[in-house]
């Protein structure tokens, strides 16, 4: 054994230099890679596969009132963080409760922790199972029954829904006018807020939607994107709704598709300061944020990009999870192009990990999403 320092009296015997130094650099080898390697940043990536944590970034939907083998298996590959439900998948209450059964039973075995199961339920507005089709029968809003449906869709299995409506039609002939059934602003808040607070506490979390606010456009998006530069104090006015809707308590919220020209170029779902200055920064929003429907939108129109740049492009401005909510092989397609172009892309693989975490921690905080 060798000894070093002044207070040693011990003298090192005499060796060859060269033999020396090849002693030395095998001993000093092994110790100098295990410090090299202590002290490495460890990649989150090497600890959790990748494809499971860009998964969960995502919301897909599927064809039919049934999981076929063929729609199961894309489920299983993809491990989606949601699955949103429309109409075409609701045939009576009986058959929605055993598909989302179903449907938590794969994720049981593909995460160990629920899907968020999505729906839009709008009182008043957009709606797939008529939840709250009557509830401004009378002119204003009837809570009892409104509370009594937010409890039939908990009990069905749903544990998300893309509501309330936050767009006030700012603009009259605005196309989304027809989903909002109150008269001003302050009724619009009061309204979402009382909404708010019955899901939540029937572990029902609600989504607001769509933000930045859709209610200056007579452009429906699902035909062409909207774009109009806004009034200041309009699009002010508009922030203020959700505001209001985050300090009440909602834990998602949607982005839109449309373009606000004095606030940025591009598409709000794909803006890094909409959603990461405004969203995040200015209203301190800390929960899930989702894009409306990629799939079905016509977000690609007038640009070069495809779909699955633009899905990079939706992560990297800020949202968490990105929805497609139609054709799954069309999905899986998208989802497979999206995780080759995420080898070459560091930036990306590590906004998908925060979002992984942040979504798992959601999931793993809320007793809804725990088997």
């Known amino acids: 054994m060798f000894w070093y320092g002044s207070g040693s009296s011990r003298k090192l015997p005499l060796m060859n230099f060269k033999k020396l130094k090849k002693l030395s650099i095998l001993f000093l080898l092994p110790i100098t890679i295990g410090i090299v390697f202590s002290f490495a940043p460890k990649h989150k990536s090497l600890e959790k596969d990748f494809k499971e944590m860009l998964g969960s970034n995502f919301i897909i939907g599927f064809m039919g009132n049934r999981i076929d083998k063929k729609t199961e298996e894309i489920i299983k590959y993809i491990k989606p963080g949601g699955i949103i439900l429309y109409a075409r998948n609701c045939d009576n209450g009986e058959q929605l409760k055993k598909i989302i059964d179903g449907l938590q039973k794969i994720a049981k075995e593909t995460s160990n922790y629920k899907f968020f199961i ?28 409104i509370n009594n449906n ?25 196309f ?4 909002i059934s109150t008269n001003n602003v302050e009724n619009l808040i009061s309204f979402n807020k009382n909404f708010i607070e019955l899901s939540e506490g029937n572990n029902v979390s609600t989504v607001l939607k769509h933000f930045p606010g859709m209610g200056f456009f007579t452009i429906d998006p699902h035909k062409e994107i909207p774009a109009l530069s806004v009034k200041t104090n309009l699009f002010g006015e508009s922030l203020s709704i959700f505001k209001e809707g985050i300090e009440a308590g909602s834990k998602f919220v949607m982005m839109d598709h449309a373009v606000y020209k004095d606030v940025d170029k591009n598409i709000a779902s794909l803006s890094p300061k909409i959603i990461k200055d405004m969203l995040i920064g200015q209203l301190g929003f800390k929960g899930i944020i989702m894009t409306d429907d990629m799939a079905d939108m016509p977000i690609l129109v007038g640009t070069k990009m495809e779909i699955d740049e633009a899905t990079i492009d939706a992560i990297k401005a800020g949202n968490n999870m990105v929805m497609f909510s139609h054709r799954p092989e069309d999905t899986k397609n998208i989802f497979d192009a999206v995780l080759k172009r995420a080898e070459k892309d560091g930036i990306f693989r590590a906004e998908v990990e925060k979002n992984y975490e ?13 088997f």
Do not use: H, Q
Request: hydrophobic share 35%.
């Open 118 to 145: 999505m729906i839009d339920e709008e009182p008043g507005g957009a709606t797939r199972i008529g939840a709250f089709d009557d509830v401004f029968d009378s002119g204003k809003p009837n809570w009892s029954k």
């Open 150 to 174: 937010i409890k039939v869709l908990s009990n069905l299995g749903i544990n998300v829904n893309l509501a309330p409506v936050c767009d006030y039609p700012f603009n009259g002939d605005s």
């Open 176 to 179: 989304i006018k027809d989903r």
């Open 358 to 370: 942040k979504i798992m921690d959601f999931k793993k905080g809320n007793p809804t999403y725990k």
